[in-house]
């Protein structure tokens, strides 16, 4: 099982849609947990932290559930800004033991 | 704030030349790290270090060597380049090893 795993997409969602990502990871002993959004051709950016209580910002809902191992992302009101690839990384507590997944692609069409 | 910056943004070499990404971070973190990506792959760790003065090897340091110059800086080198060297590098940096990364715009470099 790869440490972490991500549905690679593409999902292609109409305007105004919800659309949830899921991310699962294998070793239960992770400390923390994010999402990045990815844009074609640019670097990763921090789109939110994953906290045990769970966090919401804006438009965007982060999850996580220890017990199943795995992390979500929900976007509500998709606009077609959120176009882009998602990322989830998890951190095993060291330098060398944080996972990037491969990304999950969203495509919001008009 | 300029974040993290990396230079060049594209380069071309022929195999075997040899040449240095650059990166510098302007936020006072402590840890800096360079990934590679390629299609179909997460990011992967090249070289990272913990802080000013330590570099330690990722998940794929072979053809590469890395120096920390000081807080802010942290190069990359390739000193014979080949192929399988054609990727998009990234630098990024973070407070510690559990906080979030902040990633430099790239670097797309292409060995032929």
């Known amino acids: 099982r790869k440490e972490v795993e991500q549905d690679p997409g593409p999902f292609n969602v109409p305007e105004g849609a919800t659309v949830a990502f899921n991310c699962t990871y294998s070793n239960s002993a992770s400390q923390s947990f994010f999402w990045y959004r990815q844009d074609c051709r640019k670097e990763p950016k921090l789109l939110m932290s994953v906290y045990s209580s769970g966090n919401e910002d804006g438009r965007f809902t982060a999850q996580l559930n220890r017990a199943s191992q795995y992390i979500s992302l929900l976007i509500r009101d998709s606009k077609l800004s959120d176009s882009a690839t998602y990322l989830c990384v998890v951190n095993m507590g060291g330098y060398q033991k944080v996972t990037f997944g491969i990304g999950t692609k969203l495509q919001v069409i008009p | ?112």
Request: net charge neutral; with cysteine.
């Open chain 2, 1 to 112: 704030n300029a974040g993290v910056t990396q230079t060049p943004k594209f380069q071309v070499l022929k195999t075997g030349q040899s040449m240095t990404l650059q990166c510098a971070q302007d936020m006072n973190h402590n840890s800096m790290y360079w990934y590679r990506q390629d299609p179909g792959m997460g990011l992967r760790l090249i070289y990272y270090s913990a802080s000013e003065g330590t570099t330690d090897k990722g998940e794929v340091p072979n053809g590469y060597n890395v120096s920390r110059l000081n807080k802010r800086e942290f190069s990359l080198r390739l000193e014979s380049a080949a192929p399988s060297q054609t990727s998009v590098y990234f630098c990024a940096s973070s407070e510690q090893a559990v906080n979030e990364q902040f990633f430099g715009p790239g670097t797309r470099l292409t060995v032929l």
